[in-house]
């Protein structure tokens, strides 16, 4: 069972809220890592991060912010809430490659609706 | 599709058949590894194979890898109900970013 942890699970809320979807691991790891994915579909790699104060945008261009200020601890942030953004936000983490293990273990998920 | 594509993308068979799930990707890899994904939960790892590994087994699976025709492939044997699941495989390019690029995943259904 990995030790990594999403809140909340499910969440509805209105056009033009801000929201924070939480991550936090308690394996250590230094890489972190959110992906997007809707039902049926892939997962899609939004943003990452190999460490503290180190972000970077993933492959699908996303609204989203992240933060790195704490090494169990990768918040997402939408500023403003749009249909648009409702998906399954999924993070990640996994250990640095020179510990010679490369498998991403992931949270259980943030099921988000922006009515 | 940002990786390949997965075939089929559905499957139902019966308990105690075997299930094939096959891979395609696009660029050279560093590793390809299989996931797993319970109906609306996070995704498991299951296995992975290096690009210089034609052949791996884990427990009831087993994964090939043809760097040659870039695919792979994922075989559960004596399948039962509870692995009603998605599976997804993902690759780590060779650049070794630790990145993951997922295919579109094949649903599987075991009937009881």
């Known amino acids: 069972e990995a030790d990594i942890y999403q809140t909340p699970r499910y969440l509805v809320i209105g056009t033009g809220k801000k929201i924070t979807l939480e991550c936090s691991q308690t394996m250590g790891h230094d890489k972190m890592y959110w992906y997007q994915q809707d039902p049926g579909m892939e997962l899609h790699l939004i943003h990452y991060?190999?460490?503290?104060?180190?972000?970077e945008k993933g492959d699908l261009s996303s609204e989203s912010t992240v933060s790195r200020i704490r090494t169990e601890h990768f918040p997402l942030t939408l500023e403003s809430a749009r249909p648009s953004h409702t998906s399954q936000y999924l993070c990640?983490?996994?250990?640095?490659?020179?510990?010679?293990?490369?498998?991403?273990?992931f949270g259980p998920g943030t099921r988000l609706t922006v009515l | 599709s940002q990786q390949g594509e997965e075939d089929p993308q559905a499957l139902s068979i019966q308990e105690g058949e075997n299930a094939t799930m096959n891979c395609s990707y696009k660029t050279s890899i560093n590793n390809l590894q299989w996931y797993r994904q319970n109906s609306g939960r996070g995704l498991v790892h299951l296995i992975l194979?290096?690009?210089?590994?034609r052949e791996k087994h884990s427990g009831r699976l087993r994964v090939t890898l043809d760097t040659s025709k870039k695919s792979s492939s994922l075989l559960i044997t004596a399948s039962r109900a509870a692995d009603t699941a998605s599976y997804f495989c993902a690759t780590v390019g060779s650049s070794n970013t630790g990145k993951l690029i997922f295919g579109q995943g094949t649903t599987l259904q075991v009937k009881p």
């Open positions: 194979i290096r690009s210089n590994e």
């Open positions: 991060s190999y460490g503290v104060n180190s972000t």
């Open positions: 990640a983490s996994s250990a640095l490659r020179r510990q010679g293990r490369d498998e991403q273990f």
